[in-house]
């Protein structure tokens, strides 16, 4: 029997896309835990902040250009209140403000239809108030479950919250590892740890939060990314917006190169969320040109990137306004709730 033997460059390519996997929009179900992959994951910081001081100083997109990318950040933000005097009533707002979060003379101006926020993301004990304010529409609301934001109460806890979150009505939730997981290189019981959390968020999708200002190292950000994507994570976030250090742009380059490495490896998408600290809205231009140059254009989509924010979304109307009338108003005229 004769084989067909690759003679050219051309079939050398051929073969070689033949073994990539296919991409696929179907949800990360997760494989099973790869240690050598997960071991030989490494980070150079110099190298990743070298990179990133190129990000901030670089020429950005301007005028109308730039109202569109600060629209698309809009519909890109889990509107978020996570605060311990949180009342049904401040919850409600925020809502509002996620169903309308630009003005109606503001989006007529740039000749916009109506936009919504990604989602609203709450505590448990506000999904109800926050599933009632938004129904009928298609903001889904997020909740912060696993003993948000340390994660250390008892796990069977933690499952549970997971499934009185997603009874409450909470499309998606956000968990929280086991920070000691990783300081411990204990890659295994990360890895049980979130697919019990993904199989018990069911249909919701997942957030892995990684908390990674407790992570110690690049290398264990890197490491943990891969762990949680492996266990299924529909997304990796960042942090709580609770730790000392939240979402810098070393880590999310970290986090979202680990992601194309699992998209490389297993033709999976798995989305990125940069949270805590994020308020004003050129730092949003820079985290969506990150992404678009890193992983490209699908992963400016909400499905696929959020920004954990309670803050961004009143800056980002004021600089909107500035683009249509060519001033500036207080920020106080742009609270959120
Ligand atoms: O997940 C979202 C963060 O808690 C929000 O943090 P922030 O209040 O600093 O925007």
């Known amino acids: 029997m004769q084989t067909k033997v690759e003679t050219t460059e051309q079939g050398a390519h051929d073969t070689q896309a033949a073994q990539l996997p296919q991409t696929t929009d179907a949800r990360n179900p997760g494989q ?22 190129t990000l901030p100083g670089r020429r950005s997109v301007k005028k109308d250009y730039q109202a569109a990318w600060l629209l698309r950040a809009i519909t890109c933000i889990d509107l978020t209140t996570l605060a311990g005097d949180d009342t049904e009533g401040r919850v409600r707002r925020l809502c509002a403000k996620a169903l309308n979060p630009v003005r109606a003379d503001i989006l007529d101006a740039l000749g916009m239809e109506q936009i919504t ?5 709450v505590y448990h004990d506000m999904v109800p108030a926050a599933v009632g304010a938004l129904s009928g529409s298609d903001v889904p ?41 990783v300081l411990t290189g204990n890659w295994q019981a990360l890895y049980d740890e979130m697919r019990a959390f993904r199989a018990a968020c069911g249909e919701a999708h997942v957030k892995a939060i990684l908390a990674t200002g407790e992570l110690g190292s690049l ?8 762990v ?3 266990a299924g994570a529909d997304f990796i976030k960042t942090s709580t917006g609770k730790e000392s250090v939240n979402a810098t742009l070393p880590v999310s380059l970290v986090m979202i190169r680990a992601i194309r490495d699992y998209h490389e490896r297993t033709g999976y998408r798995v989305g990125y969320k940069p949270a805590g600290g994020i308020s004003k809205a050129k730092d949003a231009l820079v ?21 954990g924010a309670s803050s961004l979304l009143g800056d980002i ?12 108003s207080a920020g106080w005229r742009h609270a959120t709730s």
């Open 141 to 181: 609301v997020a909740a912060v479950s696993t003993g948000f934001p340390a994660g250390l109460s008892p796990f069977h806890l933690r499952l549970a919250e997971i499934g009185e979150s997603v009874a409450a009505g909470a499309e998606e939730i956000d968990i929280v590892i086991s920070r000691r997981h």
């Open 219 to 226: 290398r264990n950000v890197a490491r943990a990314s891969l």
């Open 287 to 307: 985290y969506l040109s990150l992404m678009k140059e890193e992983l490209g254009d699908r992963w400016l989509q909400p499905d696929l990137f959020r920004f």
């Open 32 to 53: 099973a835990l790869d240690l050598d992959w997960v071991l030989g994951a490494e980070a150079n910081r110099s190298a990743i902040e070298r990179r990133c001081a």
């Open 117 to 121: 926020t990604g989602a609203v993301c």
């Open 317 to 328: 109307e004021r600089q909107l306004e500035h683009h249509v009338t060519g001033a500036y």
């Open 228 to 230: 949680c994507m492996m």
